[in-house]
């Protein structure tokens, strides 16, 4: 079993790979039994997301985590759920609508590298 946070920096990396656009990551431990951590970012259209969202399966594969994604009928947020790490990958205008960031304000932000910016 990979090692949570080396299994977040690898999900980063493949978001910054494909040029997903404002890479944050929220410590969920304290606030839900849902997830152990949230990865979000987002995409300008919606081939972006699907392709954010299959670089982010192969990493998680070749890590051996088991994975499951939700939302790829209409490609507008995509869900990654990599054995409690969810990575959720936004169309632009979806994630300003739902906003997980507010929503979940009372987690804490785990700073990420990424060499796109």
Not at 12 to 23: G, L, S, Y
Not at 74 to 95: M, Y
Request: net charge negative; aromatic share 6%; hydrophobic share 40%.
């Amino acid at each position: 079993m990979v090692e949570s946070k080396q299994l977040i920096q690898d999900i980063v990396d493949a978001c910054d790979d494909k040029r997903a656009e404002n890479i944050v990551v929220l410590d969920m431990n304290e606030l839900t039994t849902v997830a152990e951590y949230f990865v979000i970012c987002h995409a300008n259209n919606t081939r972006q997301v699907q392709a954010i969202a299959r670089e982010v399966k192969d990493v998680v594969v070749e890590n051996g985590v088991d994975v499951h994604v939700e939302g790829t009928n209409d490609s507008k947020w995509i869900v990654v759920d990599a054995d409690g790490v969810l990575c959720h990958i936004f169309h632009r205008d979806e994630r300003l609508y739902y906003n997980l960031e507010r929503l979940w304000g009372d987690a804490t932000q785990i700073p990420v590298e990424v060499s796109h910016g």
